[in-house]
């Protein structure tokens, strides 16, 4: 288990754009990503894709604008979009920044033939700068030739205290979404031989055990799982909220 706050991680600048801190490194998992992304202000992000994975943004703070294929959607904390292989899309922002959990999917084990998510942006980070300057997303010799069949998905706001599926196994290539809300002093175990999972804290507080190490559970903690552990959660007196990001070990 790892188990950080969401304040905490190593910190990479794309340039003068944006800056991420790594909470899940790809070089910890089989098939799995996360970080904070924080696009500053004023700013006209690159469009972009990414072949071999999918990413999923949740806005923690400040509102912008996201273009996801044909579409623009506003975004502030609480939305939630998926975005899937191989479809473009662009940051935008005005006057205040904004920044979101980012969580990543990879679709195949090479992980972009990068061993850390520092040495991807390395390799990207001048492409980017490029992308936002000229505004086209072909700036990237690398661009996905690959466009998933699976369609974006955007939630205008995922909050709430119940269990909900956002994302299902059959709507993406390799990851699912849920929102998971565990009442008062209740305890949820659960064990997945098929996946590992990355948890983002929500709202409440608790304790989760993973093979007798034991994390405390608060607003902004990121939590990875690995395959076939066994994990249970005890929520506390005010009940406990998060979202539960599956990757699916078998890609389709």
């Not at 989760?208 to 066994?230: A, H, Q, W, Y």
């Amino acid at each position: 288990m790892i188990c950080r706050d969401y304040l905490q991680g190593e910190k990479l600048k794309v340039g003068n754009l944006n800056e991420l801190r790594v909470l899940i490194d790809r070089s910890e998992t089989r098939l799995s990503e996360a970080a904070m992304n924080s696009w500053r202000a004023e700013l006209i992000g690159p469009p972009h894709s990414h072949a071999g994975k999918e990413q999923v943004f949740y806005i923690t703070d400040g509102k912008g604008v996201v273009h996801v294929g044909a579409k623009t959607h506003q975004v502030q904390p609480g939305s939630l979009v998926y975005i899937p292989e191989g479809i473009v899309h662009q940051s935008v922002t005005d006057h205040s920044a904004f920044t979101y959990f980012l969580f990543m999917a990879f679709l195949e084990p090479s992980k972009e033939g990068c061993a850390s998510f520092a040495k991807h942006i390395e390799q990207v980070a001048a492409i980017r700068q490029q992308q936002a300057a000229t505004g086209e997303a072909a700036s990237d010799p690398e661009l996905s030739k690959r466009v998933s069949k699976k369609k974006p998905r955007f939630f205008d706001d995922v909050r709430g205290t119940t269990t909900a599926m956002l994302v299902s196994k059959t709507d993406a290539d390799g990851c699912e979404i849920e929102r998971v809300g565990v009442d008062k002093d209740t305890t949820r175990a659960a064990q997945y031989a098929d996946r590992e999972q990355t948890l983002f804290v929500l709202s409440g507080g608790g304790t989760m055990n993973l093979d007798s190490k034991e994390c405390e559970l608060k607003p902004g903690t990121v939590i990875f799982v690995p395959v076939n552990e066994r994990q249970s959660v005890k929520a506390g007196s005010t009940g406990l909220t998060y979202l539960s990001f599956s990757t699916f070990i078998t890609i389709k």
